[in-house]
């Protein structure tokens, strides 16, 4: 049955509801005064309480203000004990947060019918707050996965449009450095040919600075190679992260996943002056291709590894504003592993700031974010769980200490993947 505190400082008030409520079969709990009450149902979380109006150190009135203040107490229904019938009594005791009110002296079938109504309005209340729960956050992941499906789509044709003509020239560099190098090889042969040039042609030698430019093209076409490879880089990790709105299934290598999440958040990486400041460790294990949603695995990677980087540039910030160095190189470490056949398991460690024991409990919930205003919106490890979870009957875990660091586990299993 029910856990119900009684609170009331005559303790034979206290031995009638004892007696009473414990017939029902419920649990019952004892307080004598206000600030006994709440610790008790911080402590020990009631499903109902009967609290006495008038009581010494903290009153009723004041002990369900209290209670109703909390948000992780406010459900539990409230019955206030009293001896007052007039009607201004009981609108002071709803407004102060009473649910319902109980006369002295006690009249047991009373005593027992509110119980019950309350147990039962209780029950409803923690009912109705657990659909709001899951429809907010059905409506949350419906929003996000909206807006990634429109992202992927974008992406995905921001890259063809680029992936055309970055190919054109990409193709036709080859060419122009086969043409130059002829051309510069006939001007060689043309010195050689004619070592003393007209005034005329010496100028233009002199104006062009012949010398540099044979030395210095070569090197212009071998930069716009690398560019030209390190675009066609970008769009292969634009093609392969911009999967998000495939419905289907796929089997896909995991490492391409972490690679073009890794590829994403790259300029992440750098410090101001284009140097890497945080160091990334791959330790890969042969994984096998697996069957999965590409495109949702690779959003739970780029939340993880975002989560990563914030976690180390507060511990960046926060040793600034100390006026100290950090003591360890800035790490992030991705290993991969495959479980007896049976499952494929992701670490992925940081040395930041780690996570709060208080905070932990929570980080999966939608909408809930430590960071400032505007910063998050609090949906990242939330849509992630969801996608592991749900989607791929997996499991997305957490191990953190503050000042040490965090490592977010996610273990995919081959039997009970794809659910949906």
């Known amino acids: 049955m029910a856990k119900i505190l009684a609170v009331d400082d005559d303790i034979t008030v206290q031995i009638i509801l004892q007696e009473l409520l414990e017939s029902e079969g419920h649990e019952v709990l004892l307080a004598e005064d206000g600030e006994a009450a709440l610790l ?46 007039h009607v201004a009594d009981r ?10 009110f109980l006369s002295k002296p006690i009249e047991p079938s009373e005593l027992q019918a509110r119980v019950r ?3 039962r309005l209780s029950q409803l209340n923690k009912q109705f707050s657990q659909a709001l729960h899951e429809l907010k956050q059905t409506q949350s992941q419906l929003v996000q996965s909206e807006k990634m499906s429109s992202l992927g789509r974008m992406v995905a044709g921001i890259a063809h449009e680029i992936n055309n003509p970055v190919t054109f020239i990409h193709g036709n560099l080859s060419h122009i450095e086969y043409y130059t190098q002829d051309l510069l090889e006939l001007v060689e042969f043309y010195q050689q040919e ?10 233009k030698i002199t104006d062009v600075n012949l010398d540099f430019l044979s030395q210095d093209f070569p090197k212009i076409l071998g930069s716009m190679k690398i560019g030209t490879e390190r675009l066609r880089e970008l769009v292969l990790s634009l093609r392969k992260f911009s999967r998000i709105d495939e419905a289907e299934r796929k089997s896909v290598d995991i490492h391409e996943g972490i690679e073009s999440a890794l590829f994403l958040v790259q300029y992440r990486l750098l410090n101001s002056a284009g140097q890497p400041w945080i160091q990334i460790i791959k330790e890969y294990g042969n ?9 949702q695995l690779n959003q739970v990677f780029l939340h993880i590894i975002n989560n990563a980087i914030e976690a180390l540039e507060r511990d960046k910030e926060k040793a600034k504003v100390n006026g100290y160095s950090l003591k360890n190189i800035p790490i992030i470490k991705i290993q991969t592993t495959l479980q007896d056949n049976y499952q494929v398991i992701i670490h992925i460690i940081d040395n930041g700031v780690g996570i709060t024991e208080v905070v932990k409990p929570r980080i999966f919930d939608p909408f809930f974010t430590t960071k400032p205003v505007g910063k998050g919106r609090g949906l990242g490890l939330s849509i992630a769980h969801q996608i592991v979870v749900s989607q791929h009957g997996g499991e997305l875990d957490c191990v953190s200490q503050p000042n040490v660091g965090t490592q977010m586990t996610i273990k995919l299993p081959f039997q009970k993947c794809l659910l949906g």
């Open 40 to 85: 008790k149902t911080k402590e020990l979380q009631p499903d109902l309480i009967i609290c006495d109006w008038m009581m010494p150190k903290l009153d009723g009135l004041e002990v369900c203000r209290r209670i109703k203040a909390d948000p992780q107490l406010a459900t539990i229904f409230l019955i206030l004990l009293t001896i007052r019938e």
């Open 91 to 100: 609108v002071q005791g709803l407004d102060s947060g009473a649910d319902d």
């Open 117 to 119: 109504s309350g147990l």
């Open 194 to 203: 004619y070592p003393n040039p007209s005034p005329r042609l010496q100028n």
């Open 287 to 295: 994984l096998p291709l697996f069957e999965c949603y590409p495109g």
